[in-house]
């Protein structure tokens, strides 16, 4: 190569020490910052995935967030709900204890009622005091909205949860087959048979829904005597005696269950005695008489057979269960349209596309699920199958306990199962739609982060190696100019 003062190799150094100036810098900034990609030119193709990546991961991060904040709301309604239900459970043992108030004195009885008086008021106080970020869980204000509703065939309508569709759900009732009581024959008369009366003493166990009785019955009790005997117990038992006549004037004595359905039961057993007299008042001891009083095996009622939309329903007695298309609730049939008496069997009803407490579980606006908390004062507890409000507890109330303690104890036992059910549908979505959300959203937040992380982060080891390599050639490139700039010099030695 000829000897000439050109500066080629000092402009092509210059450029190699311009781009290793350049990728050092590159370099210095992946180590300052942490991340790999710090603008396009580092990695288009991964600057687009990042970006995306990064997108997915805010959303599940709001999403996750949302999602333990309405965990933390649940928890709160789920704890109030459970010192509800632990004050019915106080409430049910002090009227049970009183069913039994011959051995009672009128200052007992009025003393439970005033501690039945107390725990009412605390479940009305827990309602309008439970909250959660200044709204009130269990007052109804997330009850889900309904409309069209008969009344005299379809009473204590509670709503768990809704579509999302924006119209609202009409809902059609038919009454396939209706609800019947548990009933067995316990004395059957003859001719003239009104003056049947016991032959010796008998006692006899009675057993119901509300639990058993042992009646005794003296020496010539008469069928009316019978029934009131019978009927005295019916608080602790569930079972009434009703007497009857037929046009050809036998009369005989039936029990029936007060509530309806196949959890409804009566059994009899005839401890002793249980002999009847004639009619004209001889004793009829001969074993098998067709009118002594009558040993039953248990037997149950039968529960209501309803459809909704075409689609069978559950059935507890009069109390139903629906659940569709995302649409879940459950409510209680009129004694009258549910054994039948009502002569049309249809009736409908409209759940509103509006209400309720709606939570997005996901990252869009497909994962929303609405669910419907209903009060749970004591004016709107009980009242299904057949019994009364649970506000009726209250003195001077219909089912206070100086006045039906039967009533009572069903209306009590109906409500701790409404609030049970509450709960559990509360704790069920809590459980099983928030619960695993959250666990989808962590796993998903871990997954997104180890993505971004590969694509956008630094690896530090190799980013130092590669810092190293680009000073060892920065370095040599200065040396490498430097002899470069040298070569002129060593012409003019030539001359």
């Known amino acids: ?223 009316t005597g019978i029934q009131t005997a019978v009927n005295a117990a019916t608080a602790q038992t569930g079972v009434t005696a009703v007497l009857s006549t037929t046009a050809g004037g036998v009369s005989a004595i039936s029990l029936r269950s007060s509530a309806y359905g196949t959890s409804a039961f009566v059994s009899v057993d005839v401890l002793s005695g249980g002999a009847m007299n004639k009619a004209t008042g001889t004793a009829d001891n001969s074993e098998g008489s067709t009118d002594d009083l009558t040993t039953v095996s248990k037997t149950t009622g039968v529960d209501a057979d309803i459809t909704i939309n075409g689609q069978a329903t559950g059935a507890d007695g009069l109390d139903i269960t629906y659940s569709a298309n995302g649409l879940a609730l459950e409510f209680a049939l009129s004694s009258d349209y549910g054994s039948g008496v009502t002569s049309s069997a249809t009736t409908a009803f409209t759940v509103k596309a509006s209400g309720g407490a709606t939570f997005q579980l996901g990252t869009t606006s497909s994962t929303r699920s609405t669910i419907g908390i209903d009060s749970l004062s004591t004016y709107k507890l009980g009242g299904g199958n057949g019994s009364v409000r649970l506000s009726q507890l209250k003195s001077g109330g219909s089912a206070a306990l100086a006045t039906d303690t039967e009533a009572a104890l069903t209306s009590v036992r109906e409500a701790l199962t409404e609030v049970a059910s509450t709960r559990g549908r509360v704790g069920g979505f809590q459980k099983f739609q928030v619960g695993s959300s959250i666990a989808g959203l962590q796993a998903a937040q871990t997954g997104l982060t180890a993505a971004a992380s590969v694509i956008g982060d630094t690896d530090f080891a190799m980013a130092s190696a590669e810092l190293n390599r680009q000073q060892v050639l920065m370095q040599s490139g200065i040396t490498l100019l430097g002899i470069a700039n040298q070569q002129a010099a060593q012409i003019l030695s030539l001359l």
């Open 1 to 223: 190569m000829a000897l000439t003062v050109t500066n080629t190799n000092t402009l092509q150094l210059l450029n190699i020490l311009s781009r290793t100036a350049s990728a050092q810098t590159t370099t210095l900034q992946q180590l300052t910052t942490g991340k790999r990609i710090n603008s396009g030119k580092d990695d288009p193709a991964g600057m687009i995935a990042l970006s995306g990546l990064n997108a997915e991961l805010r959303a599940v991060d709001a999403s996750l967030a949302n999602n333990q904040r309405t965990d933390s709301m649940l928890t709160v309604a789920d704890s109030a709900i459970g010192e509800i239900s632990t004050l019915l459970g106080e409430i049910e043992s002090i009227v049970a204890a009183t069913t039994s108030d011959s051995t009672l004195t009128s200052s007992e009885i009025a003393a439970n009622q005033s501690q039945i008086d107390d725990a009412l008021t605390a479940i009305d106080r827990l309602v309008q005091t439970s909250n959660f970020n200044g709204k009130t869980l269990l007052d109804g204000t997330f009850a889900v909205q309904t409309a069209g509703i008969d009344t005299d065939r379809v009473s204590n309508l509670r709503v768990f949860s809704r579509s999302q569709a924006s119209t609202d759900t009409v809902l059609n009732v038919n009454r396939v087959a209706s609800a019947q009581v548990a009933q067995v024959a316990f004395q059957i008369g003859q001719a003239a048979g009104a003056a049947l009366t016991t032959s010796g003493i008998a006692e006899v166990a009675i057993a119901g829904k509300l639990g058993t009785a042992t009646i005794t019955l003296a020496d010539q009790t008469t069928l």
